[in-house]
């Protein structure tokens, strides 16, 4: 039970989860529900999510300290539904599958290849509710859905049901859908440098230089790829993280992104920070 601006949100859930043989399995039920005050955003709204959910994942990975996974496959498929007979003010669903494929690079072990693909689709009453790109988080900066290439067809739902899909190379735009495939490929070398001092400038704690991370990285999406004019999202881009380590205990990276997008009314995007990991 949450309040914000006379609007009262109220919300339950049940989970389960176990696995299966080598399968993580999970199902769910959730209320979602708002009333909205004569104050609130938006006066008088009312709106409910009433309905269940499930999710499988299986990942067979083989990995070392300095390389990252040398080769395996991951697979995941999740859905949800929310149909009007439970109480939902819209009837919506939500379903989606990826898959991710890593393949060893020789001669040189410290290289990560990544193939990926997603397939989602969120049918729904209103339509358009995907939201594609406009989130992640890269270098230490957050993008919440925040853009000004598409209308904003999310308002009114209920907190907690968000249909968002990450695009990398477009954490700062975002456009609407029905469903979408998005294939990636990414490589990574890791250039190990091991080098720090037990007292940096003598009066800091130590200060220790972990590697140097460089990647390179392509995405393609086609959103609503069943109908006519469906619309692409192609980028391509590199990143560049230094990693250390300060104190015992604090993990930073420093961390600079370049993404190119292939479209005319886009320009280049870059993002600087610092990160945690």
Same mark, same amino acid.
């Given at each position: 039970l949450a309040y914000a601006q006379d609007t009262r949100d109220w919300r339950a859930s049940l989970?389960?989860?176990?696995?299966?043989?080598?399968?993580?399995v999970s199902v769910g039920a959730a209320f979602l529900r708002r009333d909205g005050g004569a104050a609130a955003p938006?006066?008088?709204? +009312?709106?409910?999510?009433?309905?269940?959910?499930?999710?499988?994942?299986?990942?067979?990975?083989?990995?070392?300290?300095?390389?990252?996974? +040398?080769?395996g496959l991951a697979l995941s498929g999740d859905a949800a539904w929310y149909p009007r007979f439970t109480g939902s003010s819209e009837q919506l669903a939500d379903v989606r599958g990826s898959a991710s494929l890593f393949a060893p690079l020789p001669p040189s072990w410290r290289s990560e290849m990544e193939f990926s693909l997603v397939a989602?689709?969120?049918?729904?009453?209103?339509?358009?509710?995907?939201?594609?790109?406009?989130?992640g988080n890269v270098a230490g900066a957050t993008f919440a859905r925040t853009s000004r290439t598409s209308e904003d067809r999310t308002r009114g739902l209920v907190?907690?049901?968000?249909?968002?899909?990450?695009?990398?190379?477009?954490?700062?735009?975002?456009?609407?859908?029905?469903?979408?495939?998005?294939?990636?490929?990414?490589? +990574?070398?890791s250039l190990v440098v091991d080098q720090g001092w037990a007292s940096f400038l003598y009066v800091f704690p130590q200060f220790f230089i972990r590697q140097v991370d460089?990647?390179? !990285?392509?995405?393609?999406?086609?959103?609503?790829?069943?109908?006519?004019?469906?619309?692409?999202?192609?980028?391509?881009?590199? +990143?560049?993280?230094?990693?250390?380590? !300060?104190?015992?205990l604090l993990p930073l990276s420093l961390v600079y992104q370049f993404a190119w997008r292939f479209r005319p009314d886009l320009g280049t995007l870059h993002v600087v920070g610092v990160a945690l990991q």
């Open positions: 989970t389960a989860s176990r696995g299966v043989y080598t399968w993580p938006t006066p008088l709204e +009312q709106t409910r999510a009433v309905g269940v959910s499930a999710s499988i994942g299986w990942s067979g990975l083989e990995s070392t300290p300095y390389g990252g996974v +040398q080769r989602r689709a969120v049918p729904s009453e209103r339509g358009q509710l995907l939201r594609m790109g406009g989130a907190p907690g049901l968000a249909f968002t899909e990450y695009v990398r190379g477009f954490e700062d735009s975002t456009w609407n859908a029905d469903g979408a495939v998005v294939g990636g490929a990414r490589w +990574q070398r460089v990647e390179a !990285f392509g995405t393609a999406t086609r959103m609503d790829p069943l109908r006519s004019d469906g619309r692409w999202l192609t980028a391509a881009g590199a +990143q560049a993280s230094l990693r250390t380590q !300060f104190g015992s």
